[in-house]
């Protein structure tokens, strides 16, 4: 009896303690807060599940941060609550998670993990570009990174211009310069200053003349040549207009077939990566909900898809892929025009989305409660049915074309709809 009371008041006391680290902000803070203050705050809506799911892991980041004794503070505000910062912030889904520093916001897109919001915390509150002083720094940093962007030289317009490139896009990588002395002997640079990747167990040079602007080289250097990919980085990836070969994989425990699908695309990856890396992203997938939304469809697992991220669009193999020349086969294929691309974004294929959608969204409160599926299916409905009979209605006396863009643009919205909710996951 004790022990549970000594434990219940330690939970609360643990609570309670955790609470502290974590600050509820308000319509206030704007005034409050200090100009050097670094800010890492949630914005949650009472009702929104995703939200409570993120309570635990914020309180944790919250003590982990203090406890560390980091410049960062924790907070959070409940948009219904505080409309105003919301608003300041331009908040448009919840759970949204973003960084003020210095009165400049970072906006957080990848997973909701303890560790990807700490490493992307950590990154924004430090220096903007990290200075590698020695080579055991440089090594270290290596160990740490899979992909790393050194700036080499003295100041310069292109240290200027990488100092923009940062301002950016360190919400997703990490930037960090040397002196030539602190690299290793084997790198080799044609002339000084460089902007370096290290990656893939290489290095690649920038070039203006080859490469063009050096924020968009980043951005689409930045990812590894081959990775595990998760549908934040998928998304994030359609910025470069690259293709993603993609193998398919069962979740958790991997047969036999989908270790041989995951080393063929790597070994396609490493010993192709010269021919098809400007146009092709390489990795494998273990949770292939974000592609099921894309094909519409549950897809076979363990298999090869091959997505065009600009425009929703995704190639499927014509016949069995099996061995190293098939894939490639698929590759060229895709190059070429020859196998056909499915899906996209056109009209039709955004109405089919939005009725998979629906479905999607529908079917579970349908199986889990069929009387009420019926009803908030009904309600809806019939509002539709009632505002076509108007359309007819007023179609039939006035003809008028501008419905038809309306019906586009409401089409339109729907499917920005889901790219953002693919991309938060949840609105
Ligand atoms: C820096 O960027 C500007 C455009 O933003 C470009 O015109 C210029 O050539 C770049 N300079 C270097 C050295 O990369
Ligand atoms: C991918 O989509 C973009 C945007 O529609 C298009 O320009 C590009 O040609 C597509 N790539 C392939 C290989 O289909």
Redesign the pocket.
Known sequence: MLDRRSSTLLTVLLFVSASAFVEELDDSFMERKGAEDIWLIKFYAPWCTFCKQLDPVWHQIGSELRSLGSPIQVGKSDATASPGLAKEFRIRGYPAILMLKKDVTYNYLGPRTKDGIMDFADRVAGPLIRSLTSLQLFQHAMSRHDVMFVYVGAT???K??YT?AAETLIIGTYFFSATRDVLPKAVSLASL?AVVVFKDGTYFTYS?EHDG??TAWINTERFPTFSQIDSYTLYAMGDSGKLVLLAMLEQKHLWDQSLRCKSLVEGVAAEHRDTYRSSFYFGFMEDSSYINGLVMDDIILPSFIIVNLSNDGYFLPLGAVETEQQLLDFMDGVLDGSVEIQGGNGVSQRIRRFVYDTKVTLMPIFTKAPLFGCFLLGVPLSIGVFLCYLCCKRRSSVDDDDDDDDDVALIATLSQRRKKSGNKKSD
């Open positions: 310069s317009q292109l200027t211009n923009s200053p203006e602007d050096l």
